[in-house]
């Protein structure tokens, strides 16, 4: 009973996110029990909760090792490789679930999770699919049926598995965003009186309460009532601002770390080793145009489209960075070894990917704060800078809500992104003097001004011939999975072009304020 008791309440607290309570109860059950499986698991969710993957996965471990017959923590196990991007560990470990469980909707939809993270949507399908036909009544798996079509450009799919969602559920709040993204409200409303009257009538988490503040935001815009949509997104964006935790003074070390380190490190000093397959890095701010650019490359028949990869993140961290400074020292000692750690890092990591192709681009934005480290590691990459107009960066940032908080979080605050965009600007400027002949830049609103001949001179510093495809780039069937979905599945259109002016009155004096670097 007792047992039982203690198990229950520790469940409990960590259902209400008391994940250190739960660490330190638990650790002192471990000492009374400890060979109960169960209570290393529930440390493992905790340290899951607290973003401590590897001390998670170290519980999962000992919690298999406790009871090697018992589902549970080697699904929770996957699911940390996953967030580590261990994929093949992960992927393993899917497998070797489903060869003793045959239908479990949960073991399907964590492994769609898994294949589209490797760019394999084609699985994901299936396996949501799969868990649908099990348990059909969960709107959730429904939900994720319909962002995978969305993120494959069928939006008509996408739309009607939303509409079979509503019609169980009309308060299901997701289904309202995805349409939100999908839905033109100045031809219709649509859903808008809907999202409305849940905005103003339940009792919404945070999370969802946030979502429909964008979403209703944008429907506004659509409808050019630029005052009712700049008062929801701003509410959202306060919402965010508050329940993120982002700290400008972390990045503002780190990028001064950067520039002392690389205007001492010799541009020439790069590696002779290193893989044959070339890295196109396109990198900028968030909405300053890099997906259009991606699906332009990757209409390319000698080009795969990888999207947003966390890799040279990964690597970098792993290797140089220590409490947001970069170590001179580890990065002297790996430019003058034989070997080349960085680009075997990352392509290991790519292996899990099934790209046939030479050429791959990688569209991480914010690698724009390792361009030196490209050059010495990557050498035979190509480096595309995407720019814009500055004001309209800032605004497609504001409105915009970006899944990846974590790294994303100066975007809810204008005073943030006014911050931020200074410092990616003086970086820029720093990567354009010291690497210049290493960098190509595009600017968005000459691309859409202009894209035959922008869209030529970008293939030929890629070393790619002229083909019909990438003037046909919204044809193109690659997963997209960031905020630009729905705008980078049409031709290139204008109406973006001086779109901030339409918001000058509420945020002149941020704009104000954007490339002052202090």
Partial sequence: MELNFEIENLVEKLNSKRHREVIDEAKESIKKYPNIFVFYNIIGLAYQGIGNLEEAKLFFLKAIEKNPKEI?????LANTYVSLGKFDEANKLFIEILSKVKKSP???INYAHLKKKINDYKSALQFVEKAISIDENNLEYYEELANIYQ??????KSKEICAKILEKNQKYIPAHIILSRQIDYKENKNNLDKMVELHKKEKLSLNNKIKICFAIGKAYEDQNNYEKSFKFIEEANNLQDKKVEYKLENDKKLFKSIKKIFSKTDPKKYK?????????????????????VEQILSSHSKVDGAGELIYLKKSIDKTFVKENIISEYLLNQEINSEKNIINDLYF?????????????????????????FIRIFFPNAKVIHCCRNSNDNFLSLYKNNFASNQHMGWTFNPKKIVSFYNLYSDLIKFWKVNYNNFLYEINYDKLVIDQHSEIEKLLNYCELEFENECFNHHKNKSPITTVSMYQARKP???????????????????????????
């Fill in 72 to 76: 549970g923590p080697k699904n929770n």
């Fill in 106 to 108: 949960i073991i399907y």
């Fill in 151 to 156: 993120s494959l450009g069928n939006f008509n």
């Fill in 272 to 292: 002779i080793n290193f893989n044959e397959k070339k890295i196109i890095f396109i990198v900028g701010l968030p909405r300053s145009g890099t997906t259009l």
């Fill in 348 to 372: 290991n990591f790519l292996k899990s990917h099934s790209f046939s192709k030479n050429i791959i681009t990688d569209k991480a934005p914010q690698n724009f704060m390792w361009i030196g």
């Fill in 492 to 518: 290139i259109y204008k109406s973006s072009l001086n779109s901030s002016k339409t918001y000058r009155k509420y945020l002149d004096k941020y704009y104000n304020e954007l490339n002052k670097v202090n």
